[in-house]
């Protein structure tokens, strides 16, 4: 079964920094799509940014020009930095991969304090 695990969350100032990590159990090569979601206390899951096998990108505008997706295929990784953090991109920030059927890691809590 494929799986997806998530690294990097935790506790950080506003304008501060951190980068997630996902790594997943099959070859890159074979997903189509990888990126990221999250949920914010008393919010739906909303997507934050995704990215396809041929490098087309998609950012939620609430992250354009703070957040940077990327994947490493040869290392079955897709990754996530974060900069200029605030308050509101606190959530839990789950991968998510698109083999044909969507797969979603356990997700990886991100909290911003002012």
């Known amino acids: 079964q494929v799986q997806l695990v998530e690294s990097g969350g935790g506790l950080v100032q506003a304008g501060g920094s951190l980068r997630l990590s996902c790594v997943a159990s099959?070859?890159?090569?074979?997903?189509?799509?990888m990126g990221w979601y999250r949920q914010g206390p008393g919010k739906q899951r909303e997507l934050v940014a995704v990215m396809a096998i041929g490098g087309g990108v998609n950012y939620a505008d609430s992250v354009k020009g703070r957040f940077t997706i990327s994947r490493d295929n040869a290392k079955n990784t897709v990754y996530l930095q974060m900069n200029s953090l605030k308050p509101e991109d606190t959530a839990v920030y789950y991968c998510?991969?698109?083999?044909?059927?969507?797969?979603w890691g356990q997700g990886t809590q991100v909290t911003v304090f002012s």
């Open positions: 099959i070859s890159a090569f074979s997903i189509n799509v």
């Open positions: 998510y991969s698109n083999t044909g059927y969507s797969l």
